[in-house]
């Protein structure tokens, strides 16, 4: 499943896409092994223009599952557009709840 995950927020279009992330070379943790798990990939944007591209911060701390990845993700996404550092919603967009 590779599919996009769209959510509007005050203006704005929250994309996320949530991946496997293998270990390959990543580092073990203290039992020396190194896990598998899922990280979410998120882009913000309005009218058609990309505001911001990122993964959550800690990369390295990768979810179980998808549905937490996306989760995350979603939440700290919408904790970000809520505080509007890009300038805020267009005029008629109303305030969210």
Known sequence: MNSVRIETRNGYEIRLRTLLVCHGGGAPDMAG????????FVQIGRDGETVVDWTLPRPRQR????DE???D???YAVRLVDHRPFG???????EAA
């Open 69 to 71: 990845a996306e989760a």
């Open 63 to 66: 979810r179980p599952s998808r």
């Open 88 to 94: 805020g919603p267009p005029s008629d967009v109303p």
């Open 73 to 75: 993700a979603l939440a």
């Open 33 to 40: 092994r190194a896990e598998d798990g899922y990280a979410a």
